[in-house]
């Protein structure tokens, strides 16, 4: 009797957003491959360490490593750790713009993202052809 008077009506509650609905943005990639490459750098940084360690072991040691860097696989990864590298400190750079209070403005934003991924791969590109050139592998 008591609830005799009000009227219960269910109202559709929306859903949460789901990553489908959302369209692909470059500072969103920007923000995963971030991460990722931090990950990257975490492995390179063990990769690094083994090369000082065998340099500090002698000969036999660093012949192992070399020979495992030099070749075609190792090489691949020394220059996507080396792109890693690049990418995670112009990404980086691009916090730190933001720390200063600037490039918040989508523009700014999209540019700033743009300037990281074309940056790294340049100079990554820059990088190893300057190491082979001084080597005379080109």
């Known amino acids: 009797m008591a609830d005799a008077g009000t009227k219960k009506t269910t109202h559709a509650r929306p859903l949460s957003p789901h990553i489908g609905i959302y369209r692909q943005q470059i500072n969103m ?4 491959v971030h ?5 990257a750098l975490y ?4 990769l690094l360490a083994w090369w000082l360690i065998a340099i500090a072991q002698g000969a036999p ?6 020979l495992v ?13 080396t792109w890693a590298l690049i990418h995670h ?9 933001w720390d200063t209070g600037r490039g918040f403005d989508i523009s700014s ?10 940056g ?13 050139h001084a080597r005379g592998a080109i």
Do not use: E, Q
Not at 71 to 80: A, E, I, P, Q, R
């Open 120 to 132: 790294s791969i340049l100079i990554t590109l820059a990088i190893w052809f300057v190491a082979l």
């Open 61 to 66: 040691s660093l012949d192992l490593v070399n």
């Open 69 to 81: 860097m030099g070749h075609v696989v190792g090489k691949v990864v020394l220059f996507g750790f």
């Open 35 to 39: 991460r990722i490459t931090g990950a």
């Open 43 to 46: 492995v390179g940084t063990l």
């Open 89 to 97: 400190m112009l990404g980086g750079l691009r916090h730190f713009i």
């Open 29 to 32: 990639v920007m923000s995963i």
């Open 109 to 118: 934003v999209n540019r700033l993202g743009w300037m990281t991924i074309i």
